[in-house]
């Protein structure tokens, strides 16, 4: 990993946000509408501000405004090229060595906000939205409980990444509080369904990544360029109703069990600043199909955990660590199957991992495979036990890759269950 850059900014050892990272999110700031700002530290640079001072002269903005928007649509839209730069740029600007904002007081006090004294938004209108079952421990755990581990992979599992069409419109960024869904839920013992709040209530440790220029319809992405087409990552949890699941999930997959509610963390970490962190793919056996076939298929080493915090626990609790290598199918190959039809993926759009789990019990992605469909209980460190998550309980998924000295984090996602509607 390479020297670690500094910044005239003072940042902590163990931030997620040091000057190799420079994530891209929406903010709205006590005063004015939303804009676009990296973070930085403790801090978040506001790049409409800069934009106004003209410091972003490149040819791809066409004297448009990027920057002071309410998402980062526009900018995804771009492409590589122009993100490369703008990259460049900041951390240019940002560095100790450069004196244009470093000892300009009136411009550092326009642009420089502290997060704790905004709000943060989602960071793109999602147009569509998608959900991959791309971890092979997830999958597996899964299959095995439903129908045995002989027959626990269905048999286009290893051919194809297996995924569904999601709902955007219920992505809410993280803080966002969660209510327990209604639904039909039918009991193994019943005749029929009843009409209920769900008792199965569960987290998915996902990570998701933003389209940046896509493809016109009929138009697919071929492999080699697909990460052209990703502009960075996001963690990702993808709330779900299991026993509801478990009743309207087949022949179609899941609908209302995932459909009330996804939350995802805020910064979006590019994959410019994850590149230092690239690693081999786990082997494929059976070789994919040729379109599927890249000739350095990759993924990303990125440390993942959940933590727990009910009413009760003095502090929250990690209930599992994962690692974003543990899956199967990467995200250059979801994008390629996704298109390969001829779909279109649009900037803003956002495909996610499904639940990463690694081959470890502690290091399993949701409730229902830490407590083995309920049978295992956790027991938290205060006594406590759950199968599911309770009303009131937090839950919170961090995320960071670790360098020499310093981390590339993703922030966290989190969320609190509150009580179903009456
Ligand atoms: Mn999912």
Known sequence: M???????????????FPLENLPFGVFKPRQGPARIGVAIGDSILDLSVLEEEGIFQLPEFQDRKVFADD????????????????RAILQRLLSIETAELRDNAALRDLALYAQREVTMQLPARIGDYTDFYSSYHHAHNVGTMLRGPENALMPNWKWLPVGYHGRSSSIVVSGTDVRRPHGQIKAPEAAEP??????SFDFELEMAFFIGPGNSLGDPVPIARAEEHIFGMVLMNDWSARD?????YQPLGPFLAKNFCTSISPWVVTLDALEPFRKPLPAQDPAPLQYLRGSHESTYDIQLEARLQTASLEAPHV?????????YWSIAQQLAHHTVGGCNLRPGDLLAS???????????G???????RGANPLQLPNGEMRKWLEDGDTLAI?????????????????GKVLAAAE
């Open 366 to 372: 949701c409730m229902l495979e830490l407590s083995w």
């Open 354 to 364: 499904g639940t990463i789990s690694g081959p470890t019990e502690d290091s399993r």
């Open 398 to 414: 961090s995320g960071w890759a670790q360098g020499d000295g310093y981390r590339i984090g993703f922030g966290e996602v989190t």
């Open 319 to 327: 209930i599992t660590r994962s690692n974003f290598q543990h899956l």
């Open 194 to 199: 009843a009409f209920g709040s769900t008792r």
């Open 2 to 16: 390479s020297k670690k850059l500094q910044s005239f900014i003072e940042i902590a050892a163990e931030s997620h």
């Open 244 to 248: 509801v699941q478990a009743w309207e």
């Open 71 to 86: 998402a980062l649509n526009s900018f995804l839209s771009l492409g590589r090229p122009a993100w490369r730069k703008t």
